[in-house]
């Protein structure tokens, strides 16, 4: 009877993973209708100065509300656009609207978002050589000064010497280059020197048990140092504690992003709470 038991856990996993890929499938479609349909939104999470407290930008994050799944997380629906072959659509979707809400934002009492809106950008979009073109086309009317582009640090190393031509031209452009998901990637110093990013995003996963793992709390201190030594400057993610706020500020971090300072909003949200006075 152990392998009729055996026949019975093999049967049902072969089900799980017939509904895994019926889910996906599905899911394909349903997210391309909604990238075409307009069904997609952004919210904006603020960034701030972690000395003086101050605004500095924000992050715009895409955000799907399904009908029958509700929200479905972006760490689920961007891969499996980039895998799908939707990413361009869902990315030039998000360029162009990000554009759209930054002239909005113009005519709120405080005038605009201060700062740069910050815009992730997949492998495979940074991978065309119109790259820079292809934004300004999508994003018309808005100065690249306005404009912060991420990459994840593994997707700048997919392609390093690529990516050392595109962040060059994308800054003569004026836009600045984030280096997101920092600490995660295995990026050489030869190599982040060669990337002319303004900034590196300290990876959430360091910054989470920061107080009370050390080895943590050396690699943020390192990645700090690191960014000091080649002048960029450092974000901090997922700060979700004074305690995080004020160690990182200690250590010299510029900027931080978090559920302490704010979460993601949808933008009439962040302007109330974050443009108005
Ligand atoms: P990311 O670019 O590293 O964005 C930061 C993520 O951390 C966001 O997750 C944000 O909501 C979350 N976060 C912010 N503060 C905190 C905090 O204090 N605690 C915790 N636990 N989380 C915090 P989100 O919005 O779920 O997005 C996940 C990832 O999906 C993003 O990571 C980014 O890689 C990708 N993504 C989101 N929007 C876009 C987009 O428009 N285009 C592309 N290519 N990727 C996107
Ligand atoms: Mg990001
Ligand atoms: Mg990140
Ligand atoms: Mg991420």
New binding site residues.
């Given amino acids: 009877h152990h392998a009729k038991r055996r026949e019975k856990s093999i049967c049902s996993y072969t089900q799980t993973m017939r509904h895994a890929l019926q889910r996906r499938q599905r899911m394909t479609e349903r997210l391309s209708a909604a990238i075409t349909e307009d069904q997609l939104e952004?919210?904006f999470?603020p960034q701030v100065n972690l000395t003086s407290g101050r605004l500095t930008g924000a992050?715009?994050?895409?955000?799907w509300y399904d009908a029958e799944w509700g929200w479905v997380?972006?760490?689920e629906f961007?891969p499996l656009?980039?895998e799908r072959g939707l990413?361009r659509i869902?990315?030039d979707w998000?360029l162009k609207e990000s554009a759209r809400q930054l002239l909005a934002w113009r005519n709120q009492p405080r005038g605009g978002l201060p700062g740069r809106l910050s815009?992730?950008?997949?492998a495979q979009?940074f991978a065309d050589p119109e790259l820079p073109r292809h934004i300004a086309h999508l994003t018309a009317g808005v100065s690249p000064s306005a404009i912060s582009l991420?990459l994840?640090e593994s997707d700048f190393m997919r392609d390093p010497d690529q990516a050392v031509e595109i962040t060059h031209t994308m800054r003569q452009a004026g836009y600045a280059l984030a280096i997101?998901?920092f600490g995660t990637g295995y990026s050489s110093l030869s190599y982040l020197r060669r990337f002319a990013a303004d900034a590196l995003?300290i990876?959430?996963s360091f910054v989470?048990e920061m107080l009370e793992n050390k080895n943590d709390r050396t690699i943020v201190q390192t990645i700090i140092a690191m960014a000091n030594a080649l002048e960029m400057k450092t974000v901090a993610?997922?700060?979700?504690t004074l305690n995080q706020a004020n160690l990182l500020a200690e250590m010299g971090c510029n900027e931080a992003?978090?559920?302490?300072f704010g979460?993601?909003l949808p933008a009439d949200k962040f302007a109330a709470v974050w443009l108005n006075t």
């Fill in positions: 952004l919210y999470q992050e715009a994050l895409c955000r997380s972006p760490s961007i656009a980039e990413i869902l990315g998000v815009i992730n950008i997949s979009q991420e994840t997101d998901d995003k990876d959430i989470r993610e997922g700060v979700e992003q978090g559920y302490w979460r993601p």
